[in-house]
C-alpha cells in the first residue's frame, strides 16, 4: 500500500483529537470527501442532481 497516495474518511461523529490519533498511527491524511475514482465521483453521502453535475458538464462540453 503506498500511504502517500492513500486517505481515509471518518463520520462526523468522531472528534478531531480522534482522527489525529488515526493519521498518526495509519500514516495517512484525512480527508473530507473521497473526491474522484477514475474521473467519477465517489458517493459518500445523499445523492442529489447536484452530484452528477460535473459528469454532465464534462459530456455537454464533449458532445458540442
Request: charged share 15%; hydrophobic share 35%.
Amino acid at each position: 500500500v503506498n500511504f502517500e497516495k492513500s486517505s481515509f474518511q471518518c463520520t462526523r461523529n468522531i472528534g478531531s483529537p480522534l482522527k489525529m490519533n488515526f493519521q498518526a498511527i495509519l500514516g495517512m491524511k484525512e480527508i473530507p470527501t473521497l473526491g474522484l475514482y477514475l474521473g467519477c465521483a465517489i458517493i459518500d453521502s445523499k445523492v442529489t442532481s447536484q452530484t452528477f453535475n460535473d459528469i454532465v458538464t464534462t459530456t455537454r462540453n464533449t458532445l458540442s
